[in-house]
Structure formats: structure tokens, C-alpha cells
């Protein structure tokens, strides 16, 4: 059974920096490609950030590429998203999710390319 848990999300004002962690349960988790996604108030959910198994692969959205860094560590299942110079417009539930393909190089933005995904974890940026 694979169960994804978002934490790290908070209230902070605009320019400030925040750090989500997603960890994922089930014996092979570290062997598949992970993603974050986002859906603000009002909007669609958004792709945000992936990498694949090993790390050596990932693709972020163009509104938050420069400001925010995925990374893991497969030693501990664990997801990184570092966010950095937020924005009011970064506001949203940010949501961890397991891209399909066990031990693909290859990272998706389609949320239909994600099997699995977490409860998400409220990220409020203030002005």
C-alpha cells in the first residue's frame, strides 16, 4: 500500500522561503519518478516540480522555475520542495504524488501520468 504525506507548509509573507517534505510509504517508493503539484483558490491543479527515481532528471513549471528545487533522498523515501522568493500567486494546497514507472529517467508534468498522491499541505503567502 503507498501512502504519500505532505508536511512543511505554513503562512509566510512574500519573499520568504519554505521547505515541503512528502514521505512515502511502500518497499519500493524510492524506485519511482515524484512530483508536486499545487491548486490555489479558485484554480486548477497545477504541476509544480518533478524528478525521477535517482534524481538526475527534473522538470519544474516556468512560475517557479529559479525559485523552487525538488529533491530526495531514496535512503529515507523522502520528497523535497524547496521554495524560495514566494509570491502571493505561489498560494495553494501543494500535493505530493508517485509518477508511474518504476525506475523511469523520464519526469512528466500530466497529472494523469500520477498514480498516487498525498492529502497536500496548505502553502499562504502573504503580501
Known amino acids: 500500500q503507498v501512502q504519500l504525506v505532505e508536511s512543511g507548509g505554513g503562512s509566510v509573507q512574500a519573499g520568504g522561503s519554505l521547505r515541503l517534505s512528502c514521505a512515502a510509504s511502500g518497499r519500493t517508493s524510492s524506485m519511482y519518478p515524484m512530483g508536486w503539484f499545487r491548486q490555489g483558490p479558485g484554480k486548477e491543479r497545477e504541476f509544480v516540480a518533478a524528478?525521477?527515481?535517482?534524481?538526475?532528471?527534473?522538470l519544474y513549471a516556468d512560475s517557479v522555475k529559479g525559485r523552487f528545487t525538488i529533491s530526495r533522498d531514496n535512503n529515507k523515501n523522502m520528497v523535497y520542495l524547496q521554495m524560495n522568493s514566494l509570491k502571493p500567486e505561489d498560494t495553494a494546497v501543494y500535493y505530493c504524488?508517485?509518477?508511474?514507472?518504476?525506475?523511469?529517467?523520464?519526469?512528466?508534468?500530466?497529472?494523469?501520468?500520477?498514480?498516487?498522491w498525498g492529502q497536500g499541505t496548505q502553502v499562504t503567502v502573504s503580501s
Open positions: 524528478i525521477s527515481w535517482s534524481g538526475s532528471n527534473t
Open positions: 504524488a508517485r509518477q508511474n514507472g518504476i525506475a523511469s529517467v523520464h519526469v512528466t508534468a500530466s497529472a494523469a501520468d500520477y498514480a498516487y
